[in-house]
């Protein structure tokens, strides 16, 4: 269980994060906004953009007819007039010339056409004699359209007279409207050509209908018909669009690295001031674990010295003296060759050492001492090949966790050896309470000592300093090979030092 954190340092990363947040989002939002804002912009832009482009279709258009009108208003009435103007001007089907109601006085073709409604006539006369000429299209009687205009008279004093240019629809658009829109729009816009109230146009580029037009306007010279336009390729707003979505993707990155940063660094923090109050614990639990056996070993020492111990008490005494010099010597023996680990000034000899015969011997030294608190320490030691090791590391790893097993581990202690392809394996067993699952690596850390989950007491009350492990798992490390805790079936721990055969 880690220590409890100041709710100061969680503030303080969650303040760093804000810190990244705020000016992301203000950033995102403002993207937004601008984005919207030129948008929407842009789209005006546009609009009047394809506005201007369908007027000038139209101009276009218009002037191709206004140039045929100035070319039959200049022509005489004579019908040779008219059949030259029909032969150079192919999209007019015959001309007429009516007079101020609308009634054809002459005209090309054999059958005498339609009138031009006499409200048009009148109109476009009245306008003429203001100086202003409109040529008005107006849908005749037997379907055709008649491109009306007034002109001057043919003679300088005659008055004004009302022409009309006969033209099937089909023949106009494809003579004076596609020409331009083809030409002019080439690549850049899709069209079409429409009849009002149709979905499918008269005349268009490959694939266009009427739901593809962004844009229409009526044709001024064929009543009743829309030019669509619609722009090819990507618009600027769909870039702008995918411009923005960088951006945010961008934002959005950048802020949950900064806050991956923030969580690094939190979780640095954090085991900063963990590994800081496991040295405060180290330091209080030597001080501690030096007081105790050295007050004991001064009383004894004294009332050995003063004779004040009668003589059958006295073997308790000496044990008890060489038990807890033992003791101390340990620790003191622990802390300075894990010092010197940390240094990198431990020196690891590389002798031939039977494990076995190793484990036998402190197996036997520590038997006395564990029999006399009550527990068991049995052995099972295979033939093991000899690995290239430091006698005193090897023999220093071995008692320490024979001294776990006993302080944590309930008194019955395995000590097994067997040989592998490549190692020979050590193990101490117990069987007291285990370990988590979620400790089994931990406690191989330095000054890591676990608080018990049962009530039983036992590692608050055992005596340690949390570097024992620590320094059996360096002296591993040292000899090429591993240690590893398990929890055993039925309960206890079973540590595994593992040294390579070939190292
Ligand atoms: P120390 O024994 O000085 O506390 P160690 O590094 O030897 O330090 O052990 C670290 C911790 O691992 C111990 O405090 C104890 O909580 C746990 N531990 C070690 N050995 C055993 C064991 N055999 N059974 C249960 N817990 C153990």
Request: proline letters at 6%; aromatic letters at 6%; glycine letters at 8%.
């Amino acid at each position: 269980m880690s220590p409890p954190l100041p709710s100061s340092l969680g503030r303080l990363a969650g303040a760093l994060f804000a810190l990244a947040l705020v000016p992301a989002l203000a950033f995102a939002a403002m993207q937004i906004f601008v984005q919207s804002e030129s948008e929407r912009q842009l789209a005006d832009l546009r609009n009047e953009q394809l506005e201007g482009l369908l007027f000038w279709v139209n101009q276009n258009s218009w002037d191709t007819a206004s140039v045929w009108a100035d070319r039959l208003a200049r022509s005489g009435a004579s019908p040779d007039d008219a059949t030259r103007f029909l032969q150079d001007t192919p999209a007019v089907r015959s001309v007429l010339e009516a007079d101020s109601t609308g009634t054809p006085v002459q005209w090309s073709g054999d059958e005498a056409p339609p009138p031009v409604p006499e409200a048009v006539a009148q109109r476009l006369l009245a306008q003429h004699q203001v100086g202003y000429r409109k040529i008005e299209p107006v849908a005749l009687e037997d379907g055709t359209l008649a491109l009306t205009f007034a002109a001057d008279g043919v003679a300088p004093d005659a008055p004004p007279r009302l022409l009309a240019m006969i033209v099937e629809p089909d023949d106009l658009l494809d003579t004076a409207v596609l020409p331009t829109l083809r030409d002019q729009l080439r690549g850049s816009v899709a069209f079409g050509i429409f009849r009002e109230d149709d979905p499918s146009p008269v005349a268009s580029t490959p694939g266009f209908a009427r739901v593809n037009v962004e844009h229409e306007a009526g044709l001024w010279l064929l009543p009743g018909h829309v030019a669509g336009i619609r722009p090819e390729g990507a618009s600027a707003e769909a870039s702008m669009r995918r411009r923005l979505w960088q951006s945010l993707l961008l934002i959005g990155g950048v802020t949950a690295g900064l806050g991956v940063g923030a969580l690094l660094v939190w979780r640095g923090v954090r085991r900063e001031i963990e590994v800081a109050r496991l040295r405060e614990d180290f330091v209080s639990n030597v001080s501690h674990e030096l007081r105790t056996p050295l007050a004991l070993i001064r009383m004894y020492a004294e009332s050995l010295q003063q004779g004040r111990v009668p003589e059958a008490k006295r073997p308790r005494y000496y044990d008890t003296l060489v038990a807890e010099s033992e003791r101390l010597s340990r620790l003191v023996g622990n802390v300075l060759q894990y010092n010197r680990f940390e240094r990198g000034t431990a020196t690891v000899d590389r002798s031939p050492v039977d494990v076995s015969e190793i484990a036998a011997e402190i197996a036997d030294r520590y038997r006395p001492v564990v029999e006399r608190d009550g527990g068991t320490l049995e052995v099972d030691l295979e033939d093991v090949p000899t690995v290239a090791g430091d006698r005193d590391l090897l023999s220093e790893a071995l008692v320490n966790l024979i001294d776990n097993a006993v302080k944590y581990g309930g008194g019955a202690v395995e000590v097994a050896t067997r040989a592998t392809e490549k190692a020979v394996v050590l193990e101490v067993a117990d069987r007291g309470s285990g370990i988590d699952t979620a400790d089994l690596e931990r406690v191989f850390e330095p000054f890591v000592r676990l608080q018990p989950e049962s009530d039983d007491g036992l590692v608050h009350t055992a005596k340690g300093t949390g570097l024992g492990l620590a320094l059996v798992q360096r002296v591993a490390v040292s000899h090429n090979g591993s240690v590893t805790a398990t929890a055993r079936d039925g309960g206890g721990t079973v540590f595994h030092l593992s040294l390579p055969t070939d190292a």
